[in-house]
Every structure is written in structure tokens, then in C-alpha cells.
């Protein structure tokens, strides 16, 4: 799709008063990321995103948070549930690939 001199101008006169992309995509028969991709090459950006609702900010009473009881006893270790991993050796001698390999061997036979 292409743009015409007199859809950007549209474009740029609809967002500078402020309304939405998905107003402007109706407006000019676009669709709104086609709106969204033109306004982002053109470097058009709002300054901050306007309040949708008039939010009413009221204050927390301050208060001693109550300590439970979990956390007023010292804990003496921590104590992990999880298995302690075995590993095996790196380095096999030469002893134990001989025997590896004769028992190998008797296994298929």
C-alpha cells in the first residue's frame, strides 16, 4: 500500500489532535498497523500515553507489619531434600576395560 500526499497529511493532523491509531486506520480506510507502521517511520510519537480514567490516589495507613510465628524462630540448619549426586569416575584403568571387555565378550557368546 501506498501513501498519498493527502493521507499523511491527514495522518499527521489526526494524530496531533490527539486521536487514536485505530481511529485514524477508520478514518482513512487503513488498517491500524499499517496506521501504527506509517506514524513509526515518520518518527511521529505521542509524548506520554493520555489517562483513561481519573485514578484516585488515597493513601495507606502506616503500620507496624505483625512478625508471624514462622519467622520469630531462629533456625538452627537448613536441611536439603535432595539426593546427594554420585558421580562416576573420569578415567577407567587399564585393568577395568580388560575386564569390561571380557565380560563383554562372554555376554555374547
Avoid: F
Avoid at 491509531?21 to 480506510?29: C, K, N, T
Avoid at 493513601?59 to 505483625?66: D, H, I, M, V
Avoid at 562416576?88 to 577395568?96: M, R, W
Amino acid at each position: 500500500m501506498s501513501w498519498d500526499a493527502k493521507e499523511i497529511a491527514a495522518l499527521e493532523k489526526l494524530w496531533t489532535n490527539g486521536q487514536s491509531a485505530g481511529e485514524i486506520a477508520r478514518s482513512l480506510g487503513q488498517s491500524r498497523n499499517a496506521v501504527c507502521a506509517k506514524l513509526k517511520r515518520m518518527g511521529l510519537k505521542r509524548g506520554h500515553k493520555p489517562p483513561t480514567a481519573s485514578p484516585r490516589i488515597v493513601s495507606a495507613p502506616k503500620s507496624k507489619p505483625a512478625q508471624s510465628a514462622a519467622c520469630t524462630r531462629p533456625m538452627d540448619r537448613v536441611v536439603s531434600r535432595k539426593k546427594p549426586v554420585v558421580r562416576q569416575q573420569n578415567e577407567l584403568t587399564k585393568n577395568q576395560l580388560y575386564a569390561m571387555l571380557a565380560q563383554a565378550v562372554r555376554n555374547t557368546g
